[in-house]
């Protein structure tokens, strides 16, 4: 009785067994007669695979011929062209190489040159959390003054959410006509957070400075844009007629900017024919960035950092620290030790490209390390509003001046 049993229950496992082979078998003869024999997308899918010498024209003519035969929409050649070239380029995975397309060239160049209609920000991609993160607010703009911080991660831009890879983009969105109103959707640690900034017309002019206890002249600004370091010896020459007898340079939030203004200041200080800046090409070229004139601040320099200081910020702070010419007090900076260029083609659009890295006159690699303070000093845990701090608060500063004080 039990042999039969098994033989039953045999019988039905074959049985469904069977079954499901011919069932596969018709399936396979199904799509078989479909992508080989019913429809041509099979020479395409062999054409994309079985050719890996394939140029990025080839295997765009490809994809352009899969996409004029079988797509449902409409065709916007402009935007196809300009999606491929922005993909492109982020195919680099370099967060500083990037395509700026006609329409933001003007705006991008104002940007660079310190004056534009917006909020008053400066930005970085964050690739940690592929998102835009705010590097720091301009002193005194309606980002400032509405509460944005440094570190504050860029969610949305007008209801729209938007990744790292938008930068340009959003950067464009955020500005707009003077009076008019842009909404930010905020992550600050782990709270959301919501803003309407009123866009006004932002001159950056970051270049302040004021006389501190013991003739100790103080001298702050938020970014290097075009005639920073003019505007910076002005000031020191101000400060120097009032008496200063040494000098703290603030350099905290500061994200750099144009190089040269950043080495015209460092001029300033450095003996004449000093070793400023070694910058290397691809092909380990080097171009050596010489101080060309004495030296017009012939006194004591601490230079303030944070782990907002970045790259023209660093270039100046590595080239003072190696030289002897100043002392660094602080947090470690941020670590962008490459430069860009933008090139201008034809059609009006642009390429912001990384050429170059530097090296520090010590030869010192400074990207995604930074530069470590000669006294590394925290700011206390209650401070929240690094641009607001009260001086007495100020721990920094404060050890700068006591640094100052007993040289």
């Given at each position: 009785?039990?042999?039969?049993?098994?033989?039953?229950?045999?019988?039905?496992?074959?049985?469904?067994?069977?079954?499901?082979?011919?069932?596969?078998?018709?399936?396979?003869?199904?799509f078989y007669q479909y992508f080989v024999k019913g429809d041509s997308l099979n020479k395409y899918l062999t054409l994309m695979t079985s050719d890996s010498s394939q140029d990025i024209s080839q295997t765009l003519d490809t994809y352009k011929s899969l996409i004029e035969k079988y797509y449902l929409g409409d065709i916007d050649e402009e935007g196809l062209k300009e999606g491929a070239i922005k993909?492109?380029?982020?195919?680099?995975?370099?967060?500083?190489?990037?395509?700026?397309?006609?329409?933001?060239?003007?705006?991008?160049?104002?940007?660079?040159?310190?004056?534009?209609?917006?909020?008053?920000?400066?930005?970085?991609?964050?690739?940690?959390?592929?998102?835009?993160?705010?590097?720091?607010?301009?002193?005194?703009?309606?980002?400032?003054?509405?509460?944005?911080?440094?570190?504050?991660?860029?969610?949305?831009?007008?209801?729209?959410?938007?990744?790292?890879?938008?930068?340009?983009?959003?950067?464009?969105?955020?500005?707009?006509?003077?009076?008019?109103?842009?909404?930010?959707?905020?992550?600050?640690?782990?709270?959301?957070?919501?803003?309407?900034?009123?866009?006004?017309?932002?001159?950056?002019?970051?270049?302040?400075?004021?006389?501190?206890?013991?003739?100790?002249?103080?001298?702050?600004?938020?970014?290097?844009?075009?005639?920073?370091?003019?505007?910076?010896?002005?000031?020191?020459?101000?400060?120097?007629?009032?008496?200063?007898?040494?000098?703290?340079?603030?350099?905290?939030?500061?994200?750099?900017?144009?190089?040269?203004?950043?080495?015209?200041?460092?001029?300033?200080?450095?003996?004449?024919?000093?070793?400023?800046?070694?910058?290397?090409?691809?092909?380990?070229?080097?171009?050596?960035?010489?101080?060309?004139?004495?030296?017009?601040?012939?006194?004591?320099?601490?230079?303030?950092?944070?782990?907002?200081?970045?790259?023209?910020?660093?270039?100046?702070?590595?080239?003072?620290?190696?030289?002897?010419?100043?002392?660094?007090?602080?947090?470690?900076?941020?670590?962008?030790?490459?430069?860009?260029?933008?090139?201008?083609?034809?059609?009006?659009?642009?390429?912001?490209?990384?050429?170059?890295?530097?090296?520090?006159?010590?030869?010192?690699?400074?990207?995604?390390?930074?530069?470590?303070?000669?006294?590394?000093?925290?700011?206390?845990?209650?401070?929240?509003?690094?641009?607001?701090?009260?001086?007495?608060?100020?721990?920094?500063?404060?050890?700068?001046?006591?640094?100052?004080?007993?040289?």
């Amino acid at each position: 009785m039990e042999e039969k049993k098994r033989y039953k229950v045999y019988k039905i496992i074959m049985l469904i067994v069977l079954v499901a082979f011919i069932t596969f078998l018709i399936t396979s003869i199904g799509f078989y007669q479909y992508f080989v024999k019913g429809d041509s997308l099979n020479k395409y899918l062999t054409l994309m695979t079985s050719d890996s010498s394939q140029d990025i024209s080839q295997t765009l003519d490809t994809y352009k011929s899969l996409i004029e035969k079988y797509y449902l929409g409409d065709i916007d050649e402009e935007g196809l062209k300009e999606g491929a070239i922005k993909g492109y380029i982020e195919g680099l995975g370099d967060p500083y190489t990037e395509y700026i397309s006609k329409e933001d060239m003007n705006d991008y160049l104002e940007d660079t040159m310190g004056n534009f209609v917006g909020i008053g920000i400066y930005m970085v991609q964050d690739t940690e959390s592929n998102r835009i993160m705010v590097l720091s607010p301009i002193k005194n703009s309606p980002a400032e003054k509405a509460g944005i911080k440094p570190g504050d991660l860029i969610i949305s831009v007008n209801g729209e959410e938007c990744t790292a890879d938008d930068m340009t983009a959003i950067s464009t969105k955020i500005k707009g006509e003077e009076g008019t109103t842009v909404k930010l959707q905020i992550l600050r640690g782990e709270e959301t957070l919501d803003f309407e900034i009123k866009r006004e017309n932002i001159v950056v002019n970051p270049v302040e400075g004021e006389v501190l206890e013991n003739n100790i002249g103080y001298i702050e600004f938020s970014s290097f844009d075009e005639n920073t370091a003019e505007e910076f010896k002005n000031k020191f020459e101000e400060l120097k007629s009032q008496g200063i007898t040494s000098l703290i340079i603030d350099l905290r939030n500061n994200g750099g900017g144009i190089v040269d203004e950043a080495l015209q200041i460092a001029d300033y200080i450095a003996d004449k024919g000093s070793v400023l800046l070694y910058e290397v090409d691809k092909d380990n070229n080097e171009t050596v960035e010489k101080s060309e004139n004495d030296p017009i601040i012939n006194m004591p320099v601490i230079i303030l950092t944070n782990e907002n200081t970045a790259s023209s910020s660093e270039i100046l702070s590595g080239a003072l620290k190696d030289l002897g010419k100043a002392k660094i007090v602080g947090t470690k900076t941020y670590g962008k030790g490459v430069i860009q260029q933008i090139l201008t083609l034809p059609d009006g659009s642009g390429l912001k490209i990384t050429t170059e890295k530097y090296l520090t006159p010590n030869r010192t690699e400074i990207n995604k390390i930074g530069i470590e303070p000669d006294e590394t000093v925290e700011l206390p845990e209650d401070v929240d509003d690094v641009f607001n701090i009260d001086k007495s608060k100020d721990t920094q500063l404060q050890k700068a001046i006591q640094m100052l004080k007993e040289s």
